[in-house]
Structure formats: structure tokens, C-alpha cells
């Protein structure tokens, strides 16, 4: 399975042998398959607990048989299924030391309704607001079990054995993740290809209002440029077949470039999803 099929409500493909990329109504979610077991990569919305559960099984899997639950960061869109596998079979849900308070519960890092309000007047910002309620985005994370992970053995031991990046700046714990074996970068927030209220496609950075420390996280593509990747697996907008330090390059010179101070973005594909293609193959334009 290597081409992308789409299910209702998701798609998976399989662009590297035993690592399955699913893109999801608003963020994506990735799976390492190791014989039965395998380690899940965030998760989506509460809401989509029907599809990660749906795209495991598709994937050849049991959801009872993770090795753990790895999370970028802690927000709900990525988060929001990782208390289920928490509450129902007892898998580890595991993340950096920085973003573990706010998977606990005990704070919150999410971009603030005065400011989502305050571009209310963009139909994309709308429609991908309506898709965050109706998907339980207004719920608060909360695995009550995560934890850190030790070290780099803990990590290099699921399947997978997925390499931890620390990419600060989304959030402060915001962490991305090497695949040594499929030469992968699942890059979460921290280098995406699409997103509801973007009208680009190919590689960029989410819109500033959803990062906690914008300038950190523009720093922080400098740890993503120098892995020897050249599959990119985003937290959204579909996979790309490219260089990471390409990838990295493409961003940067897009900030470049002047912004106008108006823009009115264009109607976007379904119901909170952008009009950008579903295919691996790279697209950098």
C-alpha cells in the first residue's frame, strides 16, 4: 500500500515501508508498524477517536497492540484521541519534558478566541473554527498518565525507532521526529504543507497566530533542515516528497518576500479543509 486512499474522513498511504501517513479532516497522524505492534504519532480531535481507530485497522493493526503514543505537542488537535489509548488499554502516551504539563492538563497553550474572533471576518478562519467545535476542540487535553520519556534508547525502542527533534517555538515542547530507516521527518506544527486558512501549498509555516513563540519556531527549522530526510510527514497538508533542507529553504524564502497588508483568503475545499492535492509526490509551489 503505497498510494494514498481516502476513506471517508481520512486518507492513508503508505509512502515508506511500514509507515502509514494519515491525513485526517484538519491534522494528520502517523503510524510505525513493527510485525503486530507499532508506535501512533498524535492522534487528531477528540472527534476523530472513529478514524484513528479505522486507519489502524486498515493499516493491518490492533489499537490495543501500541507500543505508545508519541505527541508532537499538546494540542487538542493532535492530542485529542491520546487519552483513549491511555483509559482503554493502558499504552504509555509519552512526550518532552516541557510540553508534559500541558498533556497533564494542568495548563494550556492554544491559540485564544479573541484571536481566532479577530479573523472571524475570513470565511476560512469560520469555516476551520466550525470544524474545531464540532470536532471537540473546545475540550481541554488531559491524559492523566503521560509521561516524559526518559531518552533517546526509550524512543529508539518503539517501532519505528523514531529520533525526538526538539522544535520549540509552536509550543514549548513542540517536538518533531526522525525515521532513520524510512529517511522521514514527521515534523507535527513545526513544517507543514497545508492548512485550512492557508491558500499556499507545499512547505510553510502555520499562520502566527497559532504559535506561542513565532520567532522560536522560525528557529527552530534550522534543526529540521539539517536531518537527512527527504519524505516529509507534516501535521498538516499532505505528505511531500522532498529534501528537508529544500523544504526549510522553501519557507524562508517565502518569508522573504513582502506580505500585503490585506488579504482575503479564497474559499477553501469541503468543510475546513484547503484546496490543496493529496499526493506524496512533492509540490513546492
Known amino acids: 500500500m503505497h498510494g494514498g486512499q481516502r476513506r471517508p474522513g481520512y486518507s492513508l498511504s503508505e509512502p515508506a515501508p511500514d509507515v502509514f501517513f494519515v491525513e485526517g479532516p484538519a491534522s494528520n497522524w502517523v503510524i510505525l508498524r513493527r510485525g503486530p505492534e507499532f508506535t501512533l504519532i498524535d492522534g487528531g480531535y477528540p472527534g476523530d477517536l472513529p478514524l484513528v481507530l479505522a486507519s489502524i485497522s486498515e493499516a493491518g493493526l490492533d489499537p490495543a497492540d501500541a507500543s505508545a503514543v508519541l505527541i508532537t505537542h499538546a494540542h487538542i488537535d493532535h492530542a485529542g484521541t491520546a487519552g ?7 499504552i504509555p502516551v509519552l512526550c518532552s519534558v516541557p510540553e508534559l504539563p500541558y498533556l497533564l492538563g494542568e495548563d494550556r497553550d ?3 478566541v479573541r484571536r481566532i474572533l479577530s479573523r472571524a471576518w475570513q470565511p476560512s478562519v469560520l469555516h476551520w473554527s466550525w470544524h474545531v467545535l464540532a470536532s471537540g476542540g473546545a475540550s481541554r487535553v488531559a491524559v492523566l498518565t503521560a509521561a516524559a520519556w526518559a531518552d533517546d534508547g526509550e524512543l529508539a525502542a518503539l517501532p519505528g525507532s523514531p529520533a525526538a527533534v526538539p522544535t520549540p517555538g509552536h509550543t514549548p515542547g513542540h517536538t518533531a521526529f526522525y525515521l532513520p530507516a524510512a529517511h522521514a521527518a514527521v515534523t507535527g506544527d513545526a513544517l ?3 492548512h485550512a486558512i492557508s491558500r499556499r501549498r507545499g512547505p510553510q509555516m502555520l499562520d502566527p497566530m497559532f504559535h506561542s513563540d513565532e520567532t522560536g519556531a522560525r528557529r527552530s527549522l534550522s534543526q529540521l533542515g539539517k536531518l537527512d530526510a527527504s519524505l516529509l510527514l507534516p501535521g498538516h497538508g499532505p505528505a511531500v516528497r522532498t529534501a528537508m533542507s529544500r523544504a526549510v529553504g522553501t519557507v524562508r524564502s517565502r518569508a522573504a518576500v513582502p506580505k500585503r497588508k490585506f488579504v482575503v483568503p479564497g474559499p477553501v475545499g469541503g468543510f475546513a479543509e484547503p484546496t490543496y492535492g ?6 513546492e509551489r
Do not use: K
Request: overall charge positive; hydrophobic content about 45%.
Open 84 to 90: 483513549h489509548f491511555a483509559a482503554a488499554f493502558g
Open 192 to 194: 507543514i504543507t497545508g
Open 110 to 112: 492554544q491559540v485564544s
Open 278 to 283: 493529496r499526493s506524496a509526490a512533492g509540490s
